[in-house]
């Protein structure tokens, strides 16, 4: 894993062939009479033929055999895994949702598919516009077995333990820090060294892209050139007992076997790739003057909507930063939001609320819902003497913000239960200072 490759990048043209095989590449043009090698030519498409070009996603994989080469679906027992957004009643309140528990691996093994688990969404991929929140937790790793998203992306955030994820492009390490987005349709397999729990954000009808910086300038918060797409590797591989092809589509699973690794593919280019990216390299805009500037100023990616500035999902980081605000209550302010706010946490203390969110766990806080800090929090920073100080140091707290109203699943709400029911009492200490004869 030390020796892994990468190219860097966000949304480049690349290209790659694995060094065993020198030449993969036809020279001049994509599908040739006769590739290189005796491979096949296959073309992955991310958007329509006819896209703008500053849209257009595709890339050209040359590989062993074709991935045609299976037998017919049939559908797979999807767990926890559903787009039912109707299954329980709304519920409005303020939501927030203990670590999630990773079940042991000699009574419950599970993989990165079996242990995955909807919490909330909206929209639906039929239609091909809308959002998922998924947790998984997993003890083991994917054996013979893949997966392929064909309603939309994975944004991918590991809380606990790392993955070493292996796709049809190569192979990428995501631990801890990092996140990584598989794109639609783009087959691969997890591997994990332990118990291994983290979130994911899924889209329906957009792909990820970065946000635009306006007068920040031409640089800024993740810049492109941190993003790393892996090189191209391939194994030979039968599978005489049978490889699972598992494919997640209009929100159900259905596998597919072949006698075959499906990463075969000895070469590729084109700019449709997986990619991950450590949080660590984001370059932190912050107010250095007064107020409280709007947490939009920490967006890594975002999926735009059909609306200008409106964003289907927006991918948010809170990372140490110097606060140096004058005059100003610098934790977040009181908010309702016509968005709603997933959080989650990765490490450390969330700086609004130190106590009760903790790392593998999370909060949602639906549209138009209030929030803001508990009162701890506020009594401290309405008292605190205002001087530079470092802000969420050892910490990551990220949020997945959409347009969209979220519904939450059973799961969510009752089977895991990890719902906090005593998240309201964080605010009920707060009291009046008001006194209308002192200004």
Request: one cysteine or more.
């Amino acid at each position: 894993m030390a020796g892994l490759q990468y190219m860097s990048g966000f949304g480049n043209e690349h290209v790659s062939e694995d060094p065993r095989c020198p030449g993969a590449l036809p020279e001049g043009q994509n599908n040739p009479q006769v590739c290189p090698y005796g491979l096949y030519a296959e073309q992955l498409s991310g958007s329509a033929f006819t896209c703008p070009r500053p849209t257009n996603k595709r890339s050209w994989l040359y590989r062993i055999l074709p991935s045609v080469c299976h037998k017919p679906f049939k559908p797979l027992k999807e767990g926890h895994l559903t787009h039912d957004w109707d299954e329980v009643e709304p519920d409005p309140n303020q939501l927030r949702w203990k670590p999630f528990e990773i079940p042991k691996a000699p009574q419950n093994k599970l993989d990165f598919v079996s242990g995955l688990h909807t919490l909330c969404g909206a929209g639906e991929p039929r239609g091909r516009n809308g959002i998922a929140v998924h947790i998984f937790v997993c003890n083991t790793s994917m054996l013979d077995r893949c997966l392929y998203n064909s309603d939309g992306d994975f944004l991918i955030v590991p809380q606990q333990g790392k993955l070493l994820i292996t796709t049809e492009f190569g192979k990428m390490l995501v631990e801890p820090n990092e996140i990584c987005v598989i794109q639609q349709g783009m087959r691969f397999s997890v591997e994990v060294f332990g118990e291994t729990r983290g979130y994911i954000l899924e889209v329906y009808g957009a792909h990820f892209e970065l946000p635009d910086l306006g007068p920040i300038g031409a640089n800024g918060l993740a810049n492109p050139r941190d993003f790393l797409v892996p090189v191209a590797w391939y194994e030979d591989r039968q599978v005489p007992g049978g490889y699972t092809v598992i494919s997640k589509y209009q929100g159900k699973l259905f596998a597919a076997q072949q006698d075959f690794s499906p990463f075969n593919v000895v070469a590729w280019h084109g700019n449709y790739t997986p990619y991950k990216y450590h949080l660590e390299k984001f370059m932190v805009i912050n107010a250095v003057a007064f107020d409280h500037a709007d947490p939009s100023i920490f967006t890594v990616l975002t999926a735009k909507s059909t609306r200008p500035g409106v964003a289907l999902a927006d991918f948010v980081i809170f990372p140490p930063r110097w606060g140096v605000a004058n005059n100003t209550f610098r934790p977040p302010y009181y908010h309702r939001n016509c968005m709603s706010e997933f959080m989650g946490l990765i490490k450390g203390h969330y700086e609004a609320k130190e106590e009760g969110f903790q790392p593998g766990g999370a909060s949602l806080h639906s549209m138009m819902t209030p929030h803001g800090p508990d009162a701890d929090c506020f009594e401290k920073a309405s008292k605190a003497k205002l001087e530079p100080e470092r802000v969420a140091e050892g910490t990551m707290a990220f949020m997945f913000e959409s347009s969209l109203s979220m519904a939450v699943t059973k799961w969510g709400l009752q089977t895991s239960n990890r719902l906090d029911k005593n998240y309201y009492k964080c605010w009920e200490p707060l009291k009046s200072h008001f006194n209308p004869k002192c200004k």
